[in-house]
């Protein structure tokens, strides 16, 4: 029963007022942890690209090294 009141009730209070989405990000790895093996290489995929994109756009040495 606690861990029922904590999730639902206390816990979302708790992210309102800190600002955080930890909910969201649980609610995901539920969904995801059944995925098949090729979605989540695509899942892995599309964020490793997001995340050199993100480094080549804005740290100086990803930018110069990935210029060469």
């Given amino acids: 029963m606690y861990s029922k009141l904590f999730k639902t009730i206390l ?5 309102l007022y800190k600002g955080t989405c930890i909910m ?3 609610k ?11 979605q989540l290489e ?17 740290v100086p040495y990803y930018y110069r090294v990935m210029k060469k």
């Fill in 11 to 15: 816990f979302p209070i708790m992210e």
């Fill in 24 to 26: 969201r990000f649980i």
């Fill in 28 to 38: 995901f790895l539920d969904k995801t942890q059944w995925w098949k093996l090729d």
């Fill in 42 to 58: 695509s899942l892995q995929n599309k964020l490793l690209r997001s995340l050199i994109r993100h480094a080549y756009e804005n």
